[in-house]
């Protein structure tokens, strides 16, 4: 028996993604993808990949009744309209940030406030490597958010194994690729801007700070540019910990962390071009790659971490949480890899 699914903001980037996995996924049937500007026009006319659907987009006030929806609506509409998905929908899996952080005070600091506060502790944060014990089973389910999915994954290691205490100094510096930004991400984003730039944009105080510090108990320094990529975000972690790390001792976190999660690998130090993780190589794909060096003349570790924004960021992370909270196959409909070689992602 098939799983219906709805996708409310169907014409933007994540939720095109979030149609193309699911059209491709042996549980979800796809039933409802909505859209304000687009109502009753065919879902590939906006998403050109998916000419095959036999689909329309249709209004976000007519809610069809269905098992799981996707919201990929910007900040502040699913907070706004929880009840409404909630009525239509035994699952909820929230790709925006409103139901991400676990207390109110980040949303006073970061953003503009929480209007539905006491559903913080109900709703499960989707970061599979972190949180997956807690996923069956969850009927609200916030995925996590592209920056702070590649800056965890790249750290998550070294405090599970003690590497790190909480006290050490870590500068994140994040590159970008446009999609980010959304389908209307405005001037930044466009091609004739964005062309050729490494162009920092959020220095200091990003929200995704917040979530890392949330989930990894610790804060950071971290810094966003801008880069000339569609898809992609590379993260470098520079990390002075306390006291003498060995590239053993990281070997062994990483390997420990790692080596039984479908959705992650190592890219550290091998041979060939690609020898730390790249964005192009997980392009369209669910993958993270994570890497590292020891630099013990600057007592600094590095780490590096690459994501695909639009799936292991957003998409592919929503549909991986929710087969397993829904008890499916926990890598269906993501199994595929990227294309090598390819252009720019
Ligand atoms: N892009 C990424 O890499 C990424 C990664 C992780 C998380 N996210 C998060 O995912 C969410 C979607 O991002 P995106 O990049 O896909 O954005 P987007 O391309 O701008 O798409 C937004 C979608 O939401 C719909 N929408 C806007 N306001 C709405 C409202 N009030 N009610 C119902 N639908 C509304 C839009 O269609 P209509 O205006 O036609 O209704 C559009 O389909 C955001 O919260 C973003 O922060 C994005």
């Not at 980037?13 to 996995?21: I, Q």
């Not at 004739?192 to 610790?218: F, K, M, Q, W």
């Not at 898809?231 to 910990?241: D, L």
Request: proline share 6%; net charge negative; glycine share 12%.
């Amino acid at each position: 028996m098939t799983t219906t699914a709805s996708v409310v903001g169907g014409t933007g980037f994540t939720g095109g993604e979030l149609l193309r996995l699911l059209d491709g996924h042996p549980e979800f049937e796809v039933v409802q993808a909505t859209s304000r500007s687009e109502a009753n026009k065919t879902v590939g006319g906006i998403h050109p990949n998916l000419r095959h659907m036999d689909l329309r987009f249709s209004d976000p006030a007519d809610l069809e009744s269905v098992d799981t929806l996707f919201a990929c609506t910007p900040h502040g509409v699913s907070m706004g309209q929880i009840d409404e998905f909630r009525d239509a929908a035994g699952t909820v899996v929230d790709l925006s940030a409103d139901f991400r952080l676990p207390e109110t005070t980040y949303y006073d600091e970061y953003y503009d406030g929480h209007e539905r506060p006491g559903l913080l502790e109900e709703a499960e944060y989707a970061l599979p490597e972190l949180n997956r014990e807690n996923l069956p089973g969850a009927d609200l389910i916030a995925a996590g958010g592209c920056n702070a999915t590649a800056s965890i994954l790249g750290l998550l290691p070294l405090f599970e194994a003690g590497i790190l205490d909480g006290d050490e100094q870590i500068v994140i510096d994040i590159k970008v690729g446009s999609s980010e930004g959304g389908a209307g991400g405005g001037a930044a984003s466009s091609h004739a801007e964005r062309s050729g730039v490494v162009r920092p944009y959020a220095p200091t105080g990003h929200r995704h700070e917040a979530e890392i510090e949330a989930y990894l108990g610790t804060s950071v320094s971290f810094t966003v540019h801008a880069v000339d990529m569609i898809r992609g975000a590379s993260a470098t972690c520079h990390i002075f910990p306390n006291g003498p790390v060995s590239k053993g001792d990281m070997w062994q976190a990483y390997r420990g962390q790692y080596e039984d999660e479908p959705f992650v690998r190592m890219a550290s130090g091998g041979g060939g071009v690609y020898r730390y993780p790249e964005p192009k190589a997980v392009a369209g794909s669910n993958f993270a790659e994570v890497g590292f060096e020891v630099d013990p003349t600057n007592k600094r570790l590095v780490v590096f971490s690459a994501i695909d924004n639009m799936m292991k960021g957003s998409a592919g992370q929503a549909v991986h949480a929710a087969n397993i909270a829904l008890g499916f196959e926990e890598t269906a409909g993501l199994e595929h890899t990227g294309f090598h070689p390819i252009g720019a992602p």
